[in-house]
């Protein structure tokens, strides 16, 4: 134990140089920024950024770069709340909750939980790292397949969880989610899929689109067409720091948030996306009253950003110690480390200590910059609800637009924006909530991928599944849910059947 | 008439645009075409080729990331674009020669581009879980035999070098392992380390540093010569099957209606990159060594490759029928 400290002694003597601690910062501002601009995500904004690191050192590049990454995640959170575009699938859930909450001229409050949320589950997230790295790596060694399969299937199942009108509907929804991931290659052949023989499918539907037109550009078309637009803009802005009493109902969501987002952040493959929406579901189990959901509960807003922040932290994890991306932004960092002369691998602790200790130093450094920056920045944020509609509205859709263009440089992936927005306006007026039909779409070709490949390798025996300790887990975790929440739909016609 | 002298004059004068471009080529910024995210192996492969590039010919490079397909969407935007010498492409083997013979692609491989040098070559590597008791290439073939479909190995994806190599080592070999396909070559090689499968043909950049921690056990190499990043692994032609040749490259191919002096102009800057100490250097940390080829060497090369996979798939498809 007392080598860690050592080791994080150290580490905190590279980060805190003054050289990198400006690009540590430099990181931080650039990810509030792009975090803050729907559709452009780290992925766009780290490629575009390689180039200009080749100047610097590799430790001052990857803290940059890191700094870029989890900045986002608190940047992400502000347009989700402020006006339902959720810019990343981590922060599709806050937007349920937080959007309510600054319709009810409650912005200042769902931003500032957001913002300290994310910083405690990011330092506690960094501690983790630090002390049980290595060995949470390991532990993720015995994920495979079938236990991915799982922990998809308890996904989708809390994904009804997150639905707050009709079950039926969020069913509905997530079918409609799943279809839509369908579309692409299929993995195992190599043929096409509902493409329609267009190239621009093939690697399936562009998830920012579809968040882009779902949320976005249906919500602007919804807000348009009422004559009471947006009610927000006539209420008042209200005070930056949340009241005592407010904090006090979320400190035990933020802390079960990070504790979620710890751990599904170490495991490859949208960890932090079920994270997030795992947080959220559990926020609305534990709640004593849950009809708060959905209309501007501060829980709602507290665990998932908690969650992602904390994966966000540990999704460095499998990097870091085994040289394993977990995700796109994960592989672009593999891609800078071995630009700067550096192949990340197993020996990347005990071969580049500077590298690996100077990075988790400067991941405390970073969030607290991150909520020094974040916290004041709150009032201008939500100034920005005054602007006249008329004018807001055009921002957006312009934004949007162009955050959708950048992730592929594709004008295609723009007209399916279009083609989104019409389907989430029509969603809309059919009171289907998109939130779970993401879910569906996010989760459906990973379980897709497990499932095959787990009886590929199984040979076709069914019972692995049910063999592995995990997976078993797993699955019972989400029979109960199941009937949990089976349960109070069963007993509510039971009551019905006695009063007959 | 008026007409047609109007076509040939603006025919003549496009001409004397083209010639006139392909002196004073390069007066614009360039764009490089990679069909890959940006991050991985090709990428890094296109920015160290354009950091040079731009030192060469004065003009700056852009990187310019169209994934997609496997490289297809972006080979395909390469094909359709005008020959000009401003688009140019940092290909693969996958979307070149593998892709156009395993599924539909609209472009032809030989026909729709103008191949200028393959620049960087990187072998796959043999690697299999260490807790086989395999040790050689010899066990391989003598465990795939006695248990036919119970190896399984870990690929990119379907029709992807990873599986296809595998697919001609088998048909090689007499073999039979189970497919079990991954989104990219990085978790099929993780696959291998936690045991998930037992083996894969991998990229060297992915192999190495699992090599080194000896998270996995490599057993050889792909390509026909030994590789310099591993001299101590034989390769897969002189241990069990002679011939074998596996080899994944990255080169620049321009549009098929580039002029021909501006292909001679850049193939003479790829030739000194590829002597260049710097360049080395650079590749070497990704794990590829720098190669220069003629245009024509390589548009042969090309057309050898997908004759391969061709008749690959004629044999395959035969046997199941």
């Known amino acids: 134990m007392t080598d860690v400290f050592a080791a994080l002694g150290h580490g905190f003597a590279v980060a805190a140089t003054p050289i990198n ?16 601009l729907p559709g452009l995500g780290p992925v766009a904004t780290i490629s575009l950024l390689l180039p200009a690191t080749y100047a610097l050192s590799p430790v001052s590049a990857i803290i940059m770069l890191a700094g870029i990454y989890y900045g986002a995640q608190y940047g992400g959170s502000t347009t989700a709340i402020l006006v339902n575009i959720p810019g990343e699938s981590t922060s599709v859930v806050t937007a349920i909750d937080g ?29 983790v790292i630090a002390l049980l790295g290595p060995p949470l790596a390991l532990m993720t060694q015995q994920f495979a397949s079938p236990d991915y399969f799982s922990l998809m299937v308890l996904g989708l199942v809390s994904a009804v969880v997150l639905a707050n009108g009709s079950a039926f509907r969020a069913i509905a929804m997530i079918f409609l989610g799943l279809l839509l991931g369908m579309v692409g290659m299929d993995l195992n052949t190599g043929e096409a899929r509902m493409t ?68 599904f952040g170490i495991l490859p493959g949208g960890g932090a996306t079920i994270a997030s929406f795992s947080a959220y579901a559990l926020e609305k189990r534990v709640a004593r009253d849950r009809s708060r959901f959905g209309n501007g509960a501060i829980e709602g807003v507290a665990g998932p950003e908690s969650a992602n922040n904390a994966a966000a932290q540990t999704s460095f994890v499998p990097l870091l110690t085994m040289g394993i991306p977990t995700s796109a932004t994960m592989a672009l960092m593999v891609g800078a480390l071995t630009l700067h002369g550096i192949a990340p691998g197993p020996m990347i602790i005990s071969r580049q200590p500077d590298l690996f200790w100077g990075l988790i130093a400067s991941m405390f450094l970073g969030n607290a910059m991150l909520v020094i920056i ?48 019409l389907l989430g306006y029509v969603l809309r007026k059919l009171d289907a909530e998109p939130a779970p039909l993401l879910m569906g779409f996010v989760l459906g070709p990973m379980v897709e991928e497990n499932f095959r490949r787990s009886l590929i390798t199984s040979h076709g025996d069914p019972m692995i599944f049910l063999q592995r300790p995990i997976s078993l887990a ?25 009063q007959e | ?63 310019d990331n169209r994934a997609g397909g496997g490289g297809i969407v972006g080979s395909d935007i390469v094909a359709k674009s005008p020959g000009d010498g401003y ?178 102009k850049l193939s003479d800057v790829l030739k000194k990159m590829a002597a260049d100490p710097e360049m080395k250097k650079s590749m070497a940390v990704v794990g590829a060594s720098t190669v220069f080829t003629t245009p024509e060497e390589y548009k042969a090369q090309i057309a050898a490759e997908v004759e391969q996979w061709r008749a690959l798939l004629k044999e395959i498809a035969e046997k199941k029928n």
């Open chain 1, 99 to 127: 959007y309510k909450m600054a319709q009810q001229g409650r912005a200042s409050e769902a931003l500032a939980i957001a913002a300290i949320g994310s910083f405690i589950a990011g330092c506690i997230g960094t501690v």
């Open chain 2, 87 to 264: 688009t140019l492409c940092i290909c693969s083997v996958g979307a070149i020669s593998v892709a156009p013979v395993a599924q539909t692609t609209s472009y032809d491989p030989v026909k729709s581009f103008k191949p200028v040098s393959i620049v960087s070559t990187i072998p796959q590597t043999v690697i299999v879980n260490p807790s086989l008791p395999i040790n050689t290439m010899q066990d391989l073939v003598t465990y795939a035999k006695a248990n036919p479909g119970k190896l399984s190995y870990g690929s990119s994806g379907a029709g992807g070098l990873m599986h296809y190599s595998v697919q001609l080592f088998d048909a090689r070999n007499g073999t039979k392992m189970t497919h079990v396909p991954f989104k990219g070559g990085s978790p099929a090689t993780a696959a291998v380390v936690s045991g998930e499968v037992n083996l894969s043909f991998t990229n060297m950049t992915d192999a190495l540093p699992q090599m080194e921690a000896n998270k996995v056990r490599a057993l050889a190499v792909t390509s026909a010569k030994r590789n310099e990043f591993a001299p101590q692994l034989p390769t897969v032609s002189e241990t069990v099957t002679p011939g074998y040749s596996v080899e994944s490259w990255n080169g620049v191919m321009a549009p098929a209606s580039t002029p021909d002096p501006i292909i001679a």
């Open chain 1, 474 to 498: 797993l699955l019972l975790v989400s029979a109960a849910l199941l009937i949990s929440i089976m349960m109070p739909a069963v007993r509510q016609r039971r009551v019905e059947v006695f």
């Open chain 1, 374 to 421: 974040n916290l004041p920045m709150i009032g201008i944020w939500v100034r920005l609800l005054a602007v006249p509609y008329r004018l807001l509205y055009l921002v957006i859709v312009v934004i949007c637009a162009i955050g959708v263009y950048s992730v592929n440089n594709s004008s295609f992936d723009v007209y399916m924006t279009v083609g989104f927005s």
């Open chain 1, 196 to 263: 329609f023989g267009l190239v621009e499918l093939s690697d399936g539907i562009n998830f920012v689109a579809l968040v882009m037109g779902l949320f976005g550009v249906a919500e602007v078309i919804s807000n348009l067409e009422g004559a009471s637009v947006r009610i927000v803009n006539k209420m008042r802005i209200g005070t930056i720091w949340p009241s005592f009493k407010a904090l006090r109902g979320a400190w035990g969501a933020v802390l079960r948030g990070t504790a979620l987002g710890t751990l």
């Open chain 1, 21 to 36: 601690l400006f690009f540590c910062l430099a990181g931080a501002i650039c990810g509030t920024l792009i975090g803050v």
């Open chain 2, 1 to 63: 008439m008026m007409r047609i002298a109007a076509a040939i004059l603006s025919a003549g004068m496009a001409l004397g645009a083209t010639t006139a471009s392909a002196q004073e080529w390069p007066s614009k910024t360039i764009k490089l075409v990679v069909p890959y995210a940006p991050g991985g192996y090709t990428d890094s492969v296109a920015r160290i080729a354009a950091r040079y590039l731009e030192k060469e010919l004065g003009q700056t490079v852009i990187v």
